[in-house]
T-cell receptor, first 115, second 111 residues
Framework: SAVISQKPSRDICQRGTSLTIQCQVDSQVTMMFWYRQQPGQSLTLIATANQGSEATYESGFVIDKFPISRPNLTFSTLTVSNMSPEDSSIYLC????????????FGEGSRLTVL | GENVEQHPSTLSVQEGDSAVIKCTYSDSASNYFPWYKQELGKRPQLIIDIRSNVGEKKDQRIAVTLNKTAKHFSLHITETQPEDSAVYFCAASRRNNDMRFGAGTRLTVKP
């Protein structure tokens, strides 16, 4: 399985600020994804990070709020912009084991608290 | 899009008993059904999965069954142990980028 490193692991942020989360994978992967897990809730897909092109966002998520970069096949960033307390969540980076195999591996997550 | 429902939301069993968690999905084109275990403060980890061309899969104390006609699948844990206590998520997908997760089941195994 891929080794996925995320940072920061946790942070406390002020309302109105932005924070960028980094995801580093130890091998090249075709597909990388960003999920959000609100406290006590399930995992919701934010977007698919595409290498060399804009991310593909799910319904309810927009680029202005969650800009994503994917400069190469091992790295991606997710920015949470203009944060409010409702953005307090765990944000998880995920990679697919292969193309169309379905199996996903998750990073440790980044726990954000917005005051 | 795909909608996955999961029941029960909480489940408490005595150590040694069996636990069953059930999920239904809406998209008949879904063909991959994984189960993830998430311990408190940890990342979700894949524990077992099944593809649509298989009706049942077993790995030691855990098994998953799939009924494509009824569009439901279940996780079975036998001889439960306290370390099985966690939140379990089912999911369904057609491709990597459309995996939808159930709401989760908090399993507590009482010693």
């Amino acid at each position: 399985s891929a080794v996925i490193s995320q940072k920061p692991s946790r942070d406390i942020c002020q309302r109105g600020t932005s924070l960028t989360i980094q995801c580093q994978v130890d091998s090249q992967v075709t597909m990388m994804f960003w999920y959000r897990q609100q406290p006590g809730q399930s995992l919701t897909l934010i977007a698919t990070a595409n290498q060399g092109s804009e991310a593909t966002y799910e319904s309810g998520f927009v680029i202005d709020k969650f800009p994503i970069s994917r400069p190469n096949l091992t790295f991606s960033t997710l920015t949470v912009s203009n944060m409010s307390p409702e953005d307090s969540s765990i944000y998880l980076c995920s990679v697919a084991r292969g193309v169309n195999t379905g199996e996903l591996f998750f990073g440790e997550g980044s726990r954000l608290t917005v005051l | 899009g795909e909608n996955v429902e999961q029941h029960p939301s909480t489940l408490s069993v005595q150590e040694g008993d069996s636990a069953v968690i059930k999920c239904t999905y809406s998209d008949s084109a879904s063909n991959y059904f994984p189960w993830y275990k998430q311990e408190l403060g940890k990342r979700p980890q894949l524990i077992i999965d099944i593809r649509s061309n298989v009706g049942e899969k077993k790995d030691q104390r855990i098994a998953v069954t799939l009924n494509k006609t009824a569009k439901h699948f279940s996780l079975h844990i036998t001889e439960t142990q306290p370390e099985d206590s966690a939140v379990y998520f089912c999911a369904a997908s057609r491709r990597n980028n459309d995996m939808r997760f159930g709401a989760g089941t908090r399993l507590t195994v009482k010693p």
